[in-house]
């Protein structure tokens, strides 16, 4: 089972009650590496989105380790690892796999956040970086990790998901992840009642499709205007799990059954881990017009399924 940690009052507070719950996980992937490099995305953030930094402060110092070696942790464009998942939506019910290194599976968290101000959020991530998350006002925020070739120094695409989630209308929410000071992109897939977005993007650029029919995306650039931004041009795996999930959702397959399916393996949608020790650690299906989240930890076919309703 996932554990659900609730947190509440100031961002400060919240902060600390969240890096207390977590602290072993944040200890695990505080390095120290970066220090200098993320001193000045620390800046850009600082200057942006200010509470962002006093959660995170916050954090670190509940969980006992230095605030800028917590910041350069959050800073996914100083990495190399890429990282895997799978979205579909259908209507208003959006589901997600999310693959990672088989060793994260043991951190990932639920977190309820009710923060002064904001709409109550619920998300799903590792210590306090959230990878999906939803809030009371029915907004849905998942995506998918892409490569874009033109990331610089600014504001972390991990951390623009704490700001996203307190957007309560889509169009707000879009204009939130086109943040000007954004030092990269994921692929968006924004959802509420009154719809779907995809935002495909990079640092620079985005193509923005309001959707009608069914969406799938995986971790590779699909809209033809954005393809020029992806650094690598190989991306079997993804466009594996891309036609399949496709495939699945056009013969009306619902979506939890989609996240279930085994075909390609080791680049399955439910994926076991393959070659580099990649595999799903938790999934989700959300059903936005009834503010409900199913979700749980590891594979989406073996899996104990916990529920979360806005109330």
Known sequence: MIPLVRAQATHAETGAAIGEATADAIRRRVTGDHLEL????????????????????????????DPLALFAASVEELEDARRGCTDVVVGRLV???????????EDVVAIEWRVEGEP??????????????????????????????DERVGIP????????????????AVDAVLHPARASSYNWVLA??????????SATAAEVRRLDEALVHTNHYEEPPMQRYARKRDHAGSRARYA???????????????????ANAPSSICRHGDGDGTKTVFWCVADV????????RGNPCASTAQTYEFA
């Open 289 to 296: 017009a009834a503010r409900r989240v199913e979700y749980g």
């Open 95 to 105: 589901a997600h796999n999310n693959d990672l290194d088989a060793a994260d599976e």
């Open 38 to 65: 993320a001193d000045r995305y620390r800046a850009v953030t600082l200057e942006h989105l200010p509470w962002v930094v006093e959660e995170l402060d916050a954090a670190a110092e509940a969980a006992g380790v």
């Open 120 to 149: 109550a959020i619920f998300t799903l991530g590792i210590g306090p970086w959230i990878s999906v998350g939803w809030n009371e006002a029915g907004l849905s925020v998942t995506g998918n990790e892409l490569d874009p070739n």
């Open 157 to 172: 695409r991990l951390l623009q998901m704490r700001d996203v989630l307190t957007r309560t209308r889509l169009e707000v």
């Open 192 to 201: 509420s009642p009154e719809g779907a977005v995809n935002v495909e993007g």
């Open 244 to 262: 399949r999930a496709h495939e699945l959702a056009s013969a009306g397959t619902p979506p939890l059954e989609i996240l279930r399916d085994h």
